[in-house]
């Protein structure tokens, strides 16, 4: 199913950033132990790096019904072929992962 934000209800674009995508990604460092480490930053980094290593190409905004609208990847479209995204895409994938591995992130629009 299409995700699609309606752009002049900017506060709703958080409700795209899911932890679903933890079912495709695996982190190469335990966040269990990290956490229990208090390394947070540790974590972050980890989370960053990971994701970055699964070499995601940037994308053009895919086409939406109308210029109110933007069309939104979900993890599963951004983390399998053909593996890319666009900058907001991108944002909400790393903001569901971090909230996945128990992080609260924050998204500026």
Not at 58 to 85: C, H, N
Request: aromatic fraction near 10%; proline fraction near 3%; include cysteine.
């Amino acid at each position: 199913m299409a995700w699609e934000w309606v752009k002049a209800n900017e506060m709703d674009v958080a409700r795209f950033a899911t932890d679903e995508a933890l079912q495709l990604f695996q982190l190469d460092e335990s966040s269990f132990d990290l956490k229990r480490q208090g390394e947070f930053e540790m974590l972050l980094k980890a989370i960053y790096e990971t994701l970055v290593g699964q070499e995601i190409q940037y994308d053009l905004e895919l086409e939406s019904t109308s210029d109110l609208k933007q069309r939104v990847r979900t993890p599963v479209e951004i983390l399998q072929q053909p593996k890319q995204g666009t900058c907001l895409d991108l944002a909400l994938l790393f903001c569901g992962l971090c909230l996945g591995y128990g992080l609260l992130p924050k998204l500026d629009m």
